[in-house]
């Protein structure tokens, strides 16, 4: 049997997403017998890997690296998630927009940093002036609403494109779930 | 005084059904069990016809129509549920969600919103338009009540219902277009308000996270916006 190559990708969330993933568990044995994950936070490979037949994105775009990140993971993926509403809505990061990024750098390394504050320029990735959903930066296939989507929610929608469906993912879950 | 009150017949989505001649679409439509999705509407309050969610289509007539404020007419036709009606109704909320700031996962009334539920019902799991992130104030002056404008979609339940029920007209709407907003008074704090009684009628008939109690967890800020109904009965038998 063919298995089909799934990927996770974190940008900018929390990573609940992917404990909500993990929150499968025994599910994790049987989704895995028709699939193997090829690339995520939780194994090892450290490239993204080519030819991705399904790919779940958690987070929001909000640095140079997520702009980077994402446009090569759409580039060899097929269908692309938008998992959980950072992805889907910008949800909690997007909440420094109506700021501005120059309030949040300021916020966070000068007036709260007792020792040499400064903004960092270097290793750290710049920050984009606007977070945004996935969709308005690539082509999004499938949206997971939830603030995480459940187990459940997200067992039932992998299992639907598994079987080359498309899940009605508003009956699964919603925003802020 | 005292006509005969004269009975419409007509169909909704193909069924006959009838209603009195001083009622709604959306009056009859519901008497049979028939869905039209709403946001500004509340039973015991006048319709306005304001955040098009409602919106139905009439054989005969070019354009759509708002089931809340159309009274029904003899022999017409309507369709509640086509395609475009769907399509539109969700990009309505598409656009009320890119307006202002929605973010349910934080948002205290997260699990009991309408808007939040109406999403799930109309199956719109995405916003397609850019969002705005406009930057809103919140005002917490009040002893009991908070108004957070990055919540509100203007549809005027709290000026009604202040108005209309209450009796104090503490509420309206400032500015135009993208501008508006709710006001207390003339624009001033809510906590320095001289014509709130603090009857919180506002806060349980707010569809979203807008205008809250404070003090109280998430999970018992469940509104009570089926009080209403009867407040606005008990009123009209007393007349």
Redesign the interface.
Known sequence: MNKKRIATVWLDGCSGCHMSFLDMDERLIELFQQADLVYSPLVDPKEFPENVDITLVEGAVSSEEDLHKIQMVRANTKILVAFGDCAVTGNVPSMRNPFGVNAVLQRAYLENVTLYPQVPREVIPALCERVRPVHEVVKVDVFIPGCPPSAEAIYLALTDLLAGRIPDTAKLTRFGA | MNQPVRVKTLKIDDRDVSGREDETILEVARQNGIFIPTLCHLEGLTSIGACRLCLVEVKGVSRLLPACVTRVEEGMEVYTQSERLQKYRRMVLELI?SER???????VV??NCEL??M??T???????V??R????PVDASHERFVVDHNRCILCTRCVRVCDEIEGAHTWDVMGRGIDSRVITDLNQPWGESETCTSCGKCVSVCPTGALFEKGKPVTERLKRRQSLSYLAMMREGRR
């Open positions: 969600f700031n929605h973010i349910c996962s934080v948002c997260n699990g939040q539920s999403a799930q109309l199956g719109m799991t995405h916003v397609s850019p969002y992130f406009p930057r809103l």
